[in-house]
């Protein structure tokens, strides 16, 4: 994900110079879809962590924000459920991970019918799970971690709109095993995910047309 970055940043960039400016509007959306571990969260048995052996799973969120023309601020809410493989974690073993997010959205060249977007911001996750014979319980710190995503709104009925996004989200989160690590000496492990979301948003114009 190294070549990711600068991807977005020259996208951002397009968007500034090649966008004009659109009304002012408040948006509220519900979506839901896959979330997809990645690296050293994914890894089975390779990983000289805890935190791995995640398979893909189910989640939901929440997405607001506010559009100021091409450019806006957006907050999100993040649940996700990740199974994980038998042969690490006990037949109910799962990971859990919930949190925030918040972050810059900018507008992207379109058409009346859809409108392209990226967007990139700090997010807020906390893990926990379930592994291993005895069922431990595993729980992390809510460390910042980031988020890129592009996706795309699909306008429907005028103030509603169809918006399926793809994001990446990188995070290093600090856990905790009772009995075995304690909060002074807890180590770090990569929780690296993608998602592929579908959701519905409601917009209520502040200055004109979004």
């Known amino acids: 994900m190294k070549m990711a970055k600068p991807i977005v940043l020259t ?112 997010t807020f996750n906390e893990l926990k799970g379930e592994f291993g014979t005895s069922s431990q319980g595993l729980s992390t710190d809510r460390n910042p971690g980031y988020e890129i995503a592009a996706g795309l709104d699909i306008p429907l009925l005028r103030i509603f709109s169809l918006y399926p996004q793809a994001r990446y989200v990188g995070q290093n989160l600090k856990y905790d095993i009772p009995g075995v690590t304690n909060n002074a000496t807890s180590p770090e492990a990569k929780a690296n995910y993608m998602t592929f979301d579908l959701g519905l948003s409601f917009h209520n114009p502040v200055g004109g047309k979004k």
């Open 11 to 122: 996208l951002l960039a397009a968007a500034l110079v090649s966008v004009p400016a659109r009304g002012q509007g408040f948006y509220l959306g519900l979506r839901g879809g896959a979330g997809i571990p990645t690296g050293d969260f994914s890894n089975t048995g390779s990983s000289a962590t805890a935190v791995d052996a995640a398979k893909s799973g189910f989640g939901y969120g929440v997405d607001a924000g506010l559009s100021l023309g091409f450019i806006g601020v957006y907050a999100g809410f993040d649940h996700i459920k990740f199974d994980c493989e038998s042969n690490t974690c006990d037949s109910d073993g799962k990971y859990s991970l919930q949190g925030l997010a918040a972050g810059l959205r900018l507008s992207l060249p379109g058409s009346s019918l859809v409108h392209p977007w990226v967007k990139g911001g700090v």
